[in-house]
């Protein structure tokens, strides 16, 4: 497949075409854990920075361990607060480690746009690992293979996304993405969380969870963040719960066959109760095993299919 | 010391004329405007044919940052870019370091404009102390020093009370209170409109309404107490909608927009860039067409810039994080021609009384007419004259435009303070 992009900045720049490649990869990519060694040379000589500008665990771990089953070097930087707390600006960062050659940058920030800047200013590729509430486009395309390996195809789909939306980036990301797919997204929500003019975005909003789960094919239940209460978003974790949290209860009236996903980390409790992470329906695990694959194939497609 | 402007198109909105005159000078004032002049030989001549001379056009919203943020801009430089956009005065408001609270202040800017000025400078004087809107500042002596208007631009008086104070103790003064309409509680420093942009770019945003709560408090405010309330940076179809309806039942409140609220929406954040980044912010289109609607039905009273240069480093970076605010002085009237007169959304008489008259007159300050007698304050446009906009040939010490390799055609061509060329 031909891969053209310097940079992987969000879903919403990617095509059906692309995306499909990404995923057809990434099942490639798949094979190399369940080996017994688990390392192929694909990458071998190149440099890829995780520059983690917000703590994350899973997600940096994630990009380390598909670089290093790629066998280059991944270097983790992490830069704790904003930039402007640290003393040294973004760019000055981005130039510095610019300036060390490496093949591709991973960055996450708090600040929507941040990894766009570092985009233009660097000439190394850069994959954004989640910006703000801006796009998380690796958690869409872990995301995609999950649903494409439990269903079998993408197209005509229904997935609810529930939850915080308009702080959100993974909604954001899946929404572009499983749009591209040709499928047809809900998000659901109290009307606090959910952004102006959301319905352009081209899903139908819903202020119902059981209806808005009932014809669901797949359900993404979004972390909600404790400090919503102080923005008046919600009144209180225990309404929020009790609402919009998903229990076994409220999965009785959905499709026998319905997925549920979530980004992790999970309140237990909060959003999901906790048998209903751990049941059947639960598919949280796979997508961790499959965000190891799917970066693999970015960090391929963006840092091996150059001629070295 | 005389001058003679021969044989420019004159435009004189608040002298009723636009025809091709000469513009006599004599000793720093407007001594004749007439056909065929016949000045005592030996005077100086600009020939001003094909030429638009105009009253000298008034910005009333300069951030000019001195004292105390001369790396963003000092008055030397403000003033300089003030010359080369066209203006021949600008009002500067209080946010510098000390704020321009007390006499104190008010004095060392009118002396390092005496001295370093290239236009007039007229000092806006903070409504309440240290800006923190708790404790009035001291108004009678601030206008007794020479501040024009009253604003605490940058923030919002948020207790009503102490506004409402504000506007009644400043009324023996006959000068306006200037609201930047912004309640901060609604706007949760949003970094950008909200709307479907903001959306999508998951970038917090401040609804309109944040502005439209303000404006509709202040004309209440403005109703109760008979004061003057002028409206900086207008930039919603609401806040348009309620200065429109205020003015029809008599209240007296005057409003401004700025350039890049006439011409842009919040469509060009879609960059990133933080040029575009500014309070109120860019809005959507339905505001845009409200504001170009009411400049030019008098709703609104005059095109101000709001000029607000900041150091690269504090604009370059992460747009939540990048401070608020763009240049406009040396942008302004070429855009306003190009955009709006050209294409005749806007008569060239029309926007020439919203930047000379109608700003001269809401805060009563000389000039606004070439009536004789008056300063030759004088703003002389070359219709002709095409531009690109390029930050780095700027005059201010601000490079941050959302502008930046704009072209268009016409702009100002000579600038005259008092009888004495300041620009090019």
Request: with cysteine.
């Amino acid at each position: 497949m031909s891969w053209k992009r310097k940079d992987l900045l969000g879903m919403q720049d990617l095509d059906a075409a692309e995306i499909i490649g990404v995923l057809d990869t990434a099942a490639s990519m798949k094979e190399i854990a369940a080996r017994e060694i688990k390392k192929v040379p694909t990458l071998r000589g190149k440099t890829i920075v995780n520059l983690f500008y917000e703590s994350s665990t899973r997600t940096r771990t994630s990009f380390e361990i598909a670089g290093k089953w790629l066998s280059a070097d991944v270097i983790n930087f992490s830069a704790s607060g904003s930039s402007a707390e640290k003393g040294e600006s973004l760019l000055d960062t981005a130039r510095n480690i610019e300036a060390m050659s490496p093949d591709v940058v991973v960055v996450r920030h708090k600040a929507a746009g941040a990894p766009a800047l570092l985009a233009r200013h660097l000439r190394c590729g850069v994959v954004n690992a989640g910006d703000g509430a801006h796009e998380h486009p690796t958690q869409a395309l872990l995301d995609l293979m999950t649903i494409r390996e439990k269903k079998g195809h993408l197209e005509g789909l229904n997935v609810t996304i529930v939850g915080d939306i308009t702080h959100s980036r993974v909604a954001r990301s899946d929404i572009h993405g499983m749009r591209k797919m040709g499928i047809t997204v809900t998000v659901a929500g109290p009307p606090t969380l959910i952004p102006a003019q959301c319905q352009e975005l081209g899903v139908k909003v819903s202020h119902r969870l059981e209806e808005a789960i009932a014809h669901a094919d797949v359900i993404v239940m979004l972390r909600l963040q404790h400090e919503r209460m102080q923005g008046g978003f919600i009144p209180s974790l225990r309404e929020y719960s009790r609402v919009w949290g998903l229990s076994l209860a409220k999965l009785e009236h959905c499709r026998p066959d319905v997925l549920i996903m979530h980004p992790g980390p999970v309140n237990r409790g909060v959003e999901l109760a906790p048998e209903v992470a751990d049941s059947a329906y639960s598919v949280i695990l796979d997508q961790v095993a499959n965000g190891v694959a799917v970066r693999m194939a970015v960090l391929y497609m963006l840092a091996g299919s150059k001629s070295a | 010391m005389s001058l003679l402007i021969r044989g420019g198109r004159v435009v004189d909105p608040a002298g009723g004329t636009d025809a091709v005159q000469d513009v006599w000078i004599a000793d720093g004032r407007i001594h004749k405007v007439g056909k065929g002049l016949k000045p005592p030989a030996g005077t100086e001549t600009v020939d001003a044919t094909g030429k638009v001379v105009c009253p000298g056009f008034i910005d009333i919203h300069v951030h000019l940052r001195e004292p105390g943020f001369e790396y963003k801009e000092t008055i030397a430089s403000g003033t300089r870019a003030a010359a080369a956009g066209g203006f021949t005065a600008v009002a500067c408001m209080a946010n510098t370091f000390p704020v321009n609270d007390n006499r104190a202040v008010t004095d060392y800017i009118l002396a390092r404009a005496k001295v370093e000025g290239a236009v007039r400078v007229y000092p806006i004087g903070a409504v309440t102390r240290n800006l923190e809107g708790k404790q009035l500042a001291e108004l009678a002596e601030q206008a007794e020093a020479g501040c024009v208007a009253f604003s605490d631009d940058g923030k919002c008086v948020m207790n009503a009370e102490l506004y409402r104070r504000a506007m009644e103790y400043a009324l023996p003064f006959g000068v306006p209170v200037i609201s930047h309409a912004e309640d901060c509680d609604l706007g949760h420093r949003g970094a950008m409109h909200e709307g479907f942009v903001s959306t999508e770019l998951g970038l917090s945003g401040q609804p309109a309404a944040a502005e439209d709560v303000m404006v509709a408090r202040d004309i209440i405010l403005a109703e109760l107490t008979g004061a003057h309330l002028h409206i900086a940076h207008i930039s919603t179809v609401g806040a348009v909608r309620l200065v429109r309806d205020a003015k029809a039942r008599g209240v007296r409140v005057t409003a401004e927009v700025t350039p890049h609220h006439l011409l842009l929406t919040d469509e060009v954040v879609r960059s990133y860039d933080s040029n575009c980044k500014m309070a109120p912010p860019l809005r959507g289109k339905r505001d845009v067409e409200a504001c170009l609607e009411a400049l030019v039905d008098g709703t609104i009273d005059c095109v101000a810039t709001d000029h607000a240069p900041h150091a690269l480093s504090e604009k370059e970076g992460e747009f939540a994080e990048a401070a608020n605010g763009i240049v406009g002085l040396e942008t302004a009237v070429p855009l306003l021609l190009d955009r709006l007169v050209r294409p005749g959304v806007l008569d060239l008489p029309t926007l020439v009384t919203r930047l000379s008259a109608g700003p001269a007159r809401l805060l009563n300050l000389p000039g606004g007419s070439l009536a004789p007698g008056a300063a030759a304050d004088i703003t002389i446009l070359d219709l002709e004259q095409s531009w690109t906009v390029d930050p780095a040939a700027f005059r201010s010490r601000g490079r941050s435009t959302p502008f930046a390799g704009f072209t268009g055609v016409g702009a100002p061509w000579m600038t005259l303070v008092g009888g004495l060329k300041v620009a090019p």
